[in-house]
Antibody
């Protein structure tokens, strides 16, 4: 079955960096576009970034452009999100999300990893 | 990239139908037939209900249906059940090659 397992969350200090990982299994990872989505405490879902199946195309929300970098290692079936210059407002649950093959929509979500930015 | 606008809450009795609206702009909802809807029970992963306005993935109940008119998309839940109580989010592709979620709607089953 399709599994997306995020890791790398935890407590981090402001202005530090953090790299989140998402281990994918149960499907041909190299053929699917992938995304990161987050949810701040008590807030709604926020789309963050997209990587095409081969990472030749990446897109970012304006709110994170320049600080977040999405990447992927297809042979390792892993998606990454590098977060630089952490801010308290980056606190939240970060989800790794798969896009439906050839369509627009997010069909599988990981359980999320919690990032807490605090000094 | 402003969030799409959804009502904060919608409620209904078991068996009733409810509709959740999702209002965007000419740069997102109006521009494409790429609206999707998600059900989110707190503490669990969100679940895809509808993609590309009105397509239902296999395994999703036909009690969920989607539509769009102009800048506004809608999700209708018919035959409301206790387990439908959750948060619901719309999402749209945008003209800047990004995605944007709605503000979210809490559905309460009375």
């Amino acid at each position: 079955q399709v599994l997306l397992v995020e890791s790398g969350g935890g407590v981090a200090q402001p202005w530090r960096s953090l790299r989140l990982s998402c281990a994918a299994s149960g499907f041909p990872f190299y053929t699917y576009a992938m995304h990161w989505v987050r949810q701040a405490p008590g807030k709604g879902l926020e789309w963050l970034a997209h990587a095409s199946f081969d990472a030749s195309k990446t897109d970012y929300a304006d709110s994170v452009k320049g600080r977040f970098t999405i990447s992927r290692d297809n042979p390792k079936n892993t998606l990454y999100l590098q977060i630089d210059s952490l801010r308290p407002e980056d606190t939240g649950v970060y989800y790794c999300v798969r896009e439906i093959l050839g369509r627009i929509g997010f069909d599988y979500w990981g359980q999320g990893t919690l990032v807490t930015v605090s000094s | 990239q402003s969030a799409l606008t959804q009502p904060a809450s919608v409620s209904g009795s078991p068996g009733q139908s409810i509709t959740i609206s999702c209002t965007g702009t000419r740069s997102d909802i109006r521009a494409f037939n790429y609206v999707s809807w998600y059900q989110h029970h707190p503490g669990k992963a969100p679940k895809l209900l509808i993609y590309e306005v009105n397509h239902r993935p296999s395994g999703v109940s036909n009690r969920f249906s989607g539509s769009k008119s102009g800048n506004t998309a809608s999700l209708t839940i018919s035959g409301l059940q206790a387990d439908d109580e959750a948060d619901y989010y719309c999402n749209s592709y945008t003209t800047s090659d990004s995605r944007v979620f709605g503000t979210g709607t809490k559905v309460t089953v009375l």
